[in-house]
């Protein structure tokens, strides 16, 4: 255990997340605002604190979380180390320079690679059924991610074949409802020559006129973000899977809890932060959001001390094509937090750069962020499918253990 020059005992961030109950992101939410002070070690690159100053913030404590074991599933999808996640054993970095989206989509579903270059054709009924569904929307209030939604579940319910369950069918839909799900969004530049979903994507996104080495970039985005094993979202997924619900259903389950503030919708806060940070600077834009939230979006991440590799390698792959004001900022909020002792970027934050240095619309990042793990979902309830046994979780129960019911008052009392 580490010292400081007093030979005080000092304890890691990670012990200090768990003292307080807390995520390690809120642990560095309360350095930046000085309700705690990291202690420098010397040969160490982590934080580290005085557990008497931790101890007395965790006093003041309304009620601490409580830390039990998660639910395990098991999975031969994606397995997730600190230095990366695999898909079926492949380093998914690695793929994101070597493999399309649409392939790693055929890898992550059947394990194997297709023969030729996959092509997402989409059945007519089903893009009509997607682009009748988003008429009904105002373009001036829906985001995205609605249209998104909406066009999804329009096109699953327009598939004849959606209560097939057999793989070969389930991956036929999935490549169709998500083609067709793309395909219905509004067009902002000059339609793809290109029949890949990156291309598809750029074009719905971005006004930005769209190169190869662009595009490529969209593409490692699809493939880095197609699966991250036991998400939220994926976790729904899973539940709707093993009850027998259709892909359709399954996809509209994980967006239920990707629509979230802590999942999907974090890229949108980035956004709004990168902004700020444009217009105003980093320090400035940095000190006045954390004057509003207790966190910073799009940094740290629980899976990932020492930074997430996704977002080293989209933010490379990014600084290689784009050399902008918008890129130049995402870096100096980079260089403000890791000044600060605030962990490094995540993907949301990658993306987020992304969007905004390409122009993109605003919530353009999570719409990236939900069609490429509609990848990742459609795997895991393809596993869930060949199982005979549905998830069903126990809750542990903490209230009364035998309500007395208030009186009934008689009818004179009630005069």
Known sequence: MP???????LIDTDEVARRLGVRTETVYAYVSRGRLHPIPVEGERRSHFDPAEVDALAARAVRPRSRRRPLEIE??????????????????ATLSRERSFEEVADWLWTGRWPDDAPCWTVEPKLA??????LDALDPQLARPIDRLRLALGAASAADPWRFDLSAGSVTASARSAIAATVLALPLVGDEADSMRMAARLWVRTTAAPATPELVDVVDAALVLLADHELAGSTFAARIAASFGADLGSVLGAALGPFAGPRHGAMSIAVEELLAGVEAHGAEPALAHWLSRHDEVPGLGHPLYPDGDPRAAELLGRLREVVDGPELAAAEALIDSCARRGLPPP?????????????????GAAQAIFAVARTAGWTAHALEEYGRPSRLRPRARYVGVTEAVPEPVPEPDELR
Request: charged share 20%.
């Open 128 to 133: 009509r059924a997607a682009r009748v569904a």
């Open 75 to 92: 999975t031969a999808v994606t397995s997730i180390a600190a230095t990366g996640h695999r898909y079926r054993g492949l380093d998914a």
């Open 3 to 9: 010292t400081d020059d007093a030979g005080r005992h």
């Open 346 to 362: 995540n993907v949301d934050l990658a993306i987020g750069a992304l969007s905004r240095s390409t122009a993109m619309a605003p």
